[in-house]
């Protein structure tokens, strides 16, 4: 079975610093989909960046960018310029290719940008 | 795109009685549709997948009959939370998907359940 593992609980950073978030996953299938969603205080979940497996080139998007490793089996998000609006708990997720499009998600990591 | 609704986002009700909670994707015909539970702090646990037009698959430990999904049409299913207790109150989302390879879960506002 596909496990996803977030091993940190909380970070935090200063604004318009960096940060990282951690993730790894176990799964024996060859293609599959990454996935970070962002969840605010107002609980939306929010679709931050994708990944497709067989694609080699990491996803990008704004300040948003992952460290996709597959052999490691690690998928880690990046954050620059942190934003206040970036406070959130941020959820990795697994996606496999013929699981129906049922997601796995980590256990989450809650993000807070300081001023 | 991909907007889906969801509705009510918070209901308040007493013991006993039963909640319908309804998940709509407006501007796509979702072949998918999943329920979760999340508690506070916590990550979400997916309930229960429905396809439009069968039967809900539940998974291990949820109650058919306490959570009664129905997914009549691509663009609409709802969770029934029966006779609630307050253990069930939490925080219920739902999301959509197009069956189509890689496409991700957009997902609904949630719902926030609390039985008095």
């Known amino acids: 079975a596909q496990t996803v593992t977030q091993s940190q609980p909380e970070m935090s950073v200063q604004e318009a610093e960096t940060v990282t978030l951690s993730c790894t996953y176990d799964?024996?299938?060859?293609?599959?989909?990454l996935f970070w969603y962002k969840q605010p205080p107002s609980r939306q979940m929010i679709l931050v960046i994708r990944?497709?497996?067989?694609?080699?080139q990491n996803a990008t998007e704004n300040r948003f960018s992952v460290n996709f490793q597959k052999a490691a089996k690690s998928f880690s998000l990046k954050i620059s310029d942190s934003q206040l609006g970036d406070t959130a708990m941020y959820f990795c997720?697994?996606?496999?290719?013929?699981?129906?499009?049922?997601?796995?998600f980590g256990q989450g990591t809650e993000l807070s940008v300081k001023p | 795109g991909a907007v889906v609704s969801q509705h009510p986002s918070w209901v308040i009700c007493k013991s006993g009685t039963s909640v319908k909670i309804e998940c709509r994707s407006l501007?796509?015909?979702?072949?998918?549709m999943f329920w979760y539970r999340q508690f506070p702090k916590q990550s979400l646990m997916l309930m229960a997948t429905?396809?439009?037009?069968?039967?809900?698959?539940?998974e291990q430990g949820v109650e058919k009959d306490k959570f009664l999904i129905n997914h009549a049409s691509l663009t609409l299913s709802t969770l029934t939370v029966t006779s609630a207790h307050p253990e069930d109150s939490s925080f219920y989302i739902c999301?959509?998907?197009?069956?189509?390879?890689?496409?991700?879960?957009?997902f609904g506002d949630g719902t926030r359940l609390s039985i008095l």
């Open positions: 999301s959509a998907r197009v069956e189509i390879y890689n496409q991700p879960q957009h």
């Open positions: 501007d796509f015909q979702a072949t998918t």
């Open positions: 990944q497709e497996a067989y694609k080699q």
């Open positions: 429905s396809n439009e037009g069968s039967k809900a698959t539940y």
């Open positions: 997720a697994f996606m496999g290719n013929n699981q129906g499009g049922k997601l796995i």
């Open positions: 799964t024996s299938e060859n293609n599959y989909y």
